[in-house]
């Protein structure tokens, strides 16, 4: 049988609704949902088996208008996942229409005339009929998208269409991933957003995202207690500072509040190990594997 695997970049406005598609298509809850804006970090989100199909999702941080030189960086990361992906999905809210955000990413995509990219209107759900059929019309108008999908990523609408179509439209060739690892991606990928999620809370508003936080090792111990190594990256020597805080409390803190989630979460003793290490550029580096958890590295 003829394997097929490709990536897939999910493109649209923050609360566009990518994470909440990404967590439908791949059937995990590996994307945080959040009705705060900007939450989007890792590059890659999910991979998802559809037949002999392997698609893998990368989540974009929301399109926005950069000000900020940091904002500018994410966006630019953005549009290169696009730009390098086999198919581009844009997705628009389906009661918001054409706003300023919308418009900006439609000129975006004026510039890329060699990728491929359909049209996803999301949130039907919010809709009637008539205001949906406009909207597509316009949007059409506006770009030539070579297919439109109407869909509710929350309820589940025309997901299974996008997701069979997709599959459909990946390259041939061997599977990115192993399946076996796939299993195991979800779990390193929420524990990593789980303690992102708490430097979020814990520390200035700016510095989450000029961080990224990866589970390196996750090992089950025999007195059923799992241990989870997580490295905390931050973009410049002086975060570090700002994150182990004074004499490591900050990090102790945030150890502690996602390993009393984890253990939540696992329903069992967790110990949970955090190091905080400087890698510069992070933003820039076109890590497609890492950022999942997924390093071929973790072989053992
Ligand atoms: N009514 C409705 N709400 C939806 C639908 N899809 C997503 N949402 C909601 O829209 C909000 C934003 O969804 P997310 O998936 O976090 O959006 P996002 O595009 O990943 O956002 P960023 O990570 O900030 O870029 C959440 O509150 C979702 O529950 C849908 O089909 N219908």
Redesign the pocket.
Known sequence: MTTRAGFVALI?E???????LTNRMVGAKVSI???K????RARIRGVALEGEAQIVFVDT??LFTPKRRLDRAMVAAAWGGASDADIVVLLVEAHRGITDGVERILDGIANMPHARIVLAI??I??VEAPVLLALTEKLNERHAFEKTFMI????GHGVKDLKEWLAGEMPEGPWLYPEDQIADLPMRMIAAEMTREKLTLRLHQELPYQMTVETENWEERKDGSARIDQVIYVARDGHKGIVLGNKGETVKAIGKAAREELEEFLGRRVHLFLQVKVRENWLEEAERYSEMGLDFRDGN
């Open positions: 649209g923050p609360n566009a609704g990518k994470s909440t949902v959040t009705h804006v900007q939450t989007t941080p929301g999301n949130k759900d919010r509710s990523a929350e309820k």
